[in-house]
C-alpha cells in the first residue's frame, strides 16, 4: 500500500499556477528527492505536504488519513530547513526539547528521547551549546534532531545542505541517507543538485514548470531520460538534431538524441572498442575543462558542438584546442527523446 499519496494537488499564486494537477505515489520507508531548476514548484509541493501553504484543490493522505487541511503540528511530519532556524537563545538540547514541550511530554521522557536524538546525528557533547558557537553543519544536524525527535511519521527537507561547504555537505547528506533507513522513515528532499539526488534517493522526481516529468530511479532517470528537458538536466547530456544524428551517425530519428559525454570516445589507434561502437568520424577539439578525475572536453564535428568526458591520466594525456581526433559513439547508450 502507498503510505503517502498525492492527488490532483493545485496551487497558484494570484492566479499565476504552480502546479496544477500534480499526483503521485511514496511507499513507507521510500527517500524521494525532487529535483529541478530554481522556480519549478519544488518548496511549494514540499511545503504544501507539511501543511505551511494551504492547496487550493487536491488531496493528501498519509496512511489513507486525509491530511489536506490539517494544521502542520496535527500532521506528524517533520521539516528540516535550508536556514537552519534555531532558537539562538536555546541550548542545543532545548532547541531539540522545543518539540516536545510543546507536547507536554514529562520531563524525564523528554530527557531520555532528546538524548536519543542527540546521538542519532551525533552531537554528543554539545548539548549546552549555544547556535552561535556550532558550526553550519553542526546546526543543520540540531535542526535535524528536532525534526526527528518527534518521531513524524514523514520528514520533509528543503535544500537541507545548500549553505554548507562541499565535504561537510558530503558527509551530512550520507548521515541523512544512514539515519533515514535505520529509522525507515518516508523521506522527500528536496534540491536542485543532480548528484545530490542521484547519490540519495530511492527514486527521483524530476520537476519542471509545475510538472513532475519523470519519477523513476536515480539509474533510469539517468540513463533513460523521458525527454529532452530530463536529458538536458542530468549528466550534461549533449542533444542532437534529427539533421545532427544523421550526418555524425546515419541515424534516422523525428526527436531529438540524447547522448552522454561518456558514451563518446576520443579514438586511440589499434585499441579494440568492441562491435558496439559506431563509425569513425573526424573532429577537432575546440576546448577543455578539468573537473578532477575527469577532463570535460568541447569537440566540434562538422557544425556540431559535442561534450565528450575522459578520465584524466595526467598531463601528457591533454588534448589541446585544435587536435584533430576521431570520435566514436557506443550505439547502446544512444537515447532518442521527444
Ligand atoms: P523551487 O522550490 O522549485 O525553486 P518554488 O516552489 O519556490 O520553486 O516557486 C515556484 C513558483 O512559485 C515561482 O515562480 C515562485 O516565484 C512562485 N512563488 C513561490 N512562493 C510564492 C509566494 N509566496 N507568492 C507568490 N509567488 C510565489
Known amino acids: 500500500m502507498h503510505y503517502l499519496e498525492v492527488a490532483n ?3 497558484s499564486f494570484n492566479q499565476t499556477p504552480v502546479f ?3 499526483s503521485f505515489d511514496i511507499s513507507q520507508g521510500e527517500f524521494i528527492t525532487l529535483l529541478g531548476p530554481s522556480g519549478c514548484g519544488k518548496s511549494t509541493l514540499l511545503r ?4 505551511l501553504i494551504t492547496p487550493d484543490r487536491g488531496q493528501i ?3 489513507g488519513e486525509d491530511i489536506t487541511w490539517l494544521k502542520p503540528q496535527q500532521r506528524g511530519i517533520g521539516m528540516v530547513f535550508q536556514s537552519y532556524a534555531l532558537f539562538p537563545n536555546l541550548t542545543v538540547a532545548d532547541n531539540i526539547a522545543f518539540g516536545l514541550k510543546m507536547q507536554r511530554l514529562d520531563t524525564n521522557d523528554i530527557k531520555r528521547r532528546v538524548a536519543e536524538a542527540v546521538e542519532l546525528v551525533g552531537l554528543e557533547g554539545r548539548e549546552s551549546y549555544y547556535p552561535a558557537s556550532l558550526s ?3 546546526r543543520q544536524r540540531v535542526a535535524l534532531a528536532r525534526a526527528l525527535v518527534v ?3 514523514i520528514l520533509l527537507l528543503d535544500e537541507p545542505l545548500s549553505a554548507l561547504d562541499a565535504p561537510i555537505r558530503k558527509h551530512l547528506r550520507e548521515q541523512i541517507r544512514t539515519i533515514q533507513q535505520q529509522l525507515n522513515l518516508t523521506t522527500v528532499f528536496v534540491t536542485h543538485d543532480q548528484e545530490e539526488a542521484l547519490t540519495l534517493s530511492d527514486r527521483v522526481f524530476v520537476m519542471n514548470q509545475g510538472q513532475i516529468v519523470q519519477a523513476d530511479t536515480a539509474e533510469a532517470v539517468y540513463t533513460r531520460p523521458a525527454n529532452d528537458f530530463v536529458a538536458g538536466f542530468m549528466g550534461n547530456y549533449n542533444l542532437l538534431t534529427p539533421e545532427q544524428a544523421r550526418q555524425l551517425l546515419g541515424l534516422e530519428i523525428s526527436g531529438r538524441l540524447a547522448v552522454r559525454p561518456e558514451s563518446i570516445y576520443i579514438r586511440e589507434p589499434g585499441r579494440d572498442y568492441g562491435p558496439a561502437m559506431t563509425a569513425p568520424v573526424t573532429a577537432t577539439v575546440a576546448s577543455h575543462q578539468l573537473l578532477g578525475n575527469v577532463i570535460r572536453y568541447r569537440i566540434r564535428v562538422a ?4 561534450t565528450v568526458d575522459r578520465l584524466n591520466r595526467g598531463a601528457d594525456a591533454l588534448l589541446p584546442a585544435g587536435s584533430p581526433l576521431e570520435l566514436i559513439f557506443n550505439s547502446t547508450e544512444l537515447k532518442e527523446v521527444a
Open 9 to 11: 494537488l493545485t496551487k
Open 20 to 22: 496544477n494537477n500534480i
Open 48 to 51: 504544501s505536504l507539511a501543511g
Open 61 to 63: 493522505r498519509v496512511s
Open 136 to 138: 553550519g553543519g553542526q
Open 151 to 153: 518521531r513524524p511519521r
Open 303 to 306: 557544425d556540431c558542438l559535442l
